[in-house]
């Protein structure tokens, strides 16, 4: 079992930065690909960022390619999202993800995660 606590949601201008945290328990945690999605009111959740269990591979979705960068911390459990050049249609509810299993094999859908944390909000201003 993995547990996931997400923080450092808020409210920011555009083209402003935050940086959203996920702190991870459970023994697993080292082996397992980590993921951001996000959901904004009326639409699916959506894949953002991921990073495999070794911090060597990571790849974002389209529209935060650039803007959005994803790392993680063994020693803290600690996946982070550092959100750069913030967008009004970047207002949504992060969630972080951890895949179902070890290993590496690029999982960019929710069927695929197996623990989620509880949500951010992150609300961009124009």
């Known amino acids: 079992q993995v547990q996931l606590v997400e923080s450092g949601g808020g409210l920011v201008q555009a083209g402003g930065s935050l940086r959203l945290s996920c702190a991870a328990s459970g023994r697993t945690f080292s082996v397992l690909t980590m993921g951001w999605f996000r959901q904004a009111p009326g639409k699916e959740r959506e894949f953002v960022a991921a990073i495999s269990w070794d911090s060597i591979t990571t790849y974002y979705a389209e529209p935060i390619e650039g803007r959005f960068t994803i790392s993680r911390d063994g020693a803290k459990s600690t996946v982070y999202l550092q959100m750069n050049s913030l967008k009004p249609e970047d207002t949504s509810v992060y969630y972080c993800?951890?895949?179902?299993?070890?290993?590496?094999?690029?999982?960019?859908?929710?069927?695929?995660?197996?623990?989620w944390g509880q949500g951010t909000q992150v609300t961009v201003s124009s």
């Open positions: 993800a951890a895949d179902r299993v070890p290993g590496w094999r690029a999982p960019r859908t929710v069927n695929e995660y197996a623990y």
